[in-house]
């Protein structure tokens, strides 16, 4: 796919394991997904997943979670084309 919408925007990306593509060299991989999706739609991947992480504060920490990871204005998302958050798989039961 050579011309599409997104071929050279920049795509920031926060999530769980799915997301979290850190892992993706070692034996089991995790969240192979997003580099796949970014080659194929040309996308600048920022990728901000962490294995393990949930958006919910009060189950996950109040320094490193989705939601704060999300809330940062450091990371450079300010310019970002695109922003996905992949949420609830490791949120159990917890009120959002």
Known sequence: ME???WKGKKWFCYG????????ADV???????????A????????????GGSGIVPAIHG???SIKTR????????ADADLIT?????NDMKADL
């Open 3 to 5: 011309n599409t919408q």
């Open 16 to 23: 769980t394991s799915m997301t979290d593509n850190s892992g």
């Open 27 to 37: 034996e089991v991989p995790t969240g192979i997904y997003s580099k796949y999706l």
């Open 39 to 50: 080659e194929l739609a040309g996308l600048e991947e920022h990728n901000f997943g962490k």
């Open 62 to 64: 109040k320094v490193d």
């Open 70 to 77: 999300c809330m940062r204005l450091d990371d450079g998302k």
């Open 85 to 89: 958050l992949e949420i609830i798989s």
